[in-house]
């Protein structure tokens, strides 16, 4: 062929759509966009506009009809409620008491031609568990990520507010599409710049882009601002200079984005500063700002990721210092809580002030970027892990008081629910780093909007439209995802183990981390107690006590070695390694064949996603075989880091049976990774 023709061709392929990159790029909208659907609806408004626009080109069936308008039945299903009703070839109907009702909706319909073979007679009812459903960035003015692995931030700050990245409009999409309603742009590590009049107005721009797509933005501040930013000689939160300074920053923010969500906030934690500098509560700092966005709406999530080195466990401190400010919140406050007491790790308890906290807003913070789990290398869906957490029961209020119902306002009502996910989006071409990453964002949304929707459907909506609908290739890799989080807290952190990852950047195994001058509770040693006698942390009623923050009789099930979950059994006991688990091993034993077990399930991953070649492209098939080998040698630099060095305590060899370590301890203790972590 010569140039002409070839280049024919070529343009040809282009506008018939079948050169499509499969870079990720696309996330989960990988459908065709080129129906041309009879869409009309009663009412106009740009969040309509988008949903209009969206079923013109993707749907591939009858009529729809949006129509907003008011009855009891959409009433009670709320603002973001919906009801589809109707057939796919005769036509639809989308009703809603509001146009972002009908944008959540127009997207189900959409997701349901996307990944169910038939589509019948359609009877859809839908709100959502948590009205607020945010993802928190952990984005630094200066375009790097904390704990991002997926590149710099997408966040243009240089660019705005003159220069728009399309990926701001991609990303209102593909969060509309999953019911996400709201993101805080900025590190929680907040920089007092955000807040200048500069950075509004590119915030301004942002908030003008995600507007249509009911997306609210949020901001991170920094507790100093006042001084820093206003020049005044402290930030006390009683002080009336400092008041009114916030009063007019607030107002200022509300002239330019007149639906501005609210703020988030870190404070004395981790070196930040907070009104305890000021010898001042949380309350009343988290009850100042309440105050400043009260006219307007707005929110304060207060953060509630305390913790000071001393002699009290780090597990206890959160609780012993935001119990007794139980009710002396606004009700504009709500209290932002990690899934678990420590932070983030492959496997927590729920912390106990979920059910804890009966006169506060609480909100779960879960962390979809995998800080602990492997960055973005390894493959881990984190479904199964929120799924635990949303079930746990608290017994705050008898059996069946789920950490879900003690948040989503079904035991506590407050004026509103919410739920925040610390992002895994960077500037990354396909958005995540680790394209199955993207399941997590997914996962995270859809969860958001409905916590009972199994681990399982989940994995299956999202390979079906990410990846294909042909069953020999999703049956196999959702077995696989569903597995993931189990198979790397294996090769990592089994039996209940916590924080004994490398220093700082917290990518691979350090046990043995010792870092001289170092705050005791930010070195491994504090958690796992290794030593000849044993290994585990004693938060039983005779150790710390960390038990009896949970109420009756989770805490005498935690505290008793015969009833405490073996998952979970070294967070809650110190054990000697001869200690019988209930399959009759020692613990030791146990322990051993758990690592092991993680890295035969990496190399089981490995053999299914190989077989899958021929059902998917190229491109995002060797970019994922190539992470399951970093996966599979890291797990095996898991097992024998902490299996040889927690051998030099319990003296025993490990099992026979089982893979011999293939690196020497003196070795694995010199590798020092070279990753920054920015704050
Ligand atoms: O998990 C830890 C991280 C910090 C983070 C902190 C927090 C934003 O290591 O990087 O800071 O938690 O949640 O505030």
Redesign the pocket.
Known sequence: MNRTVLYIVFWWCVSAGCLKAEDGSRLWFRAEMTAQAQVKANRESPAISVAVEELEKRWKGGAVHLSLHQNKKLRNLGKEGYVISGEKQTGIHIQSASDLGLLYGAYHLLRLQDTQNDNGALQVEESPAYDLRLLNH?DNLDGTV??GYAGYSIWKWDELPEKISPRYKEYARANASIGINGTVLN???ASPGILTGNYLRKVKVIADILRPYGIKVYLSVNFSSPQILGGLSGSDPLDTGVRRWWRDKIGEIYRLIPDFGGVLV?AN??G?PGPQDYDRTHADGANMLADALKPYGGIVMW?A?VYHPGDEDRAKQAYQEFIPLDGKFRDNVILQV?NGPI??QPREPFSPLFGGMKNTALMP?L?ITQ??LGFSNHLVFLAPQWKEFFESDTYCNGKGATVAKTTDGTIFPHPVSAIAG?ANIGEDINWCGHHFAQANWYAFGRLAWNCELTADEIAEEWLRMAFTRDQAFVTPVKEMMLHSWDAAVNYMMPLGLHHIFAW?H?YGPEPWCDIPGARPDWLPRYYHNAGEKGIGFDRTTGGSDAVSQYHAPLKEYFNDIATCPEDLLLWFHHLPWDHPMKNGRTLWDELCYRYDTGVRQVREFQKIWDRMERYIDGERFRHVQSRLKIQSRDAVWWKDACLLYFQTYSGKPIPYDIERPVHELDDLKKVKLDLK?H?
């Open positions: 952990w904390e704990r590190n929680v590590n870190k934690s981790e930040q953060r990721f990690k932070d983030f913070e962390q800080e602990y610390v700082d917290h972590h704050h």
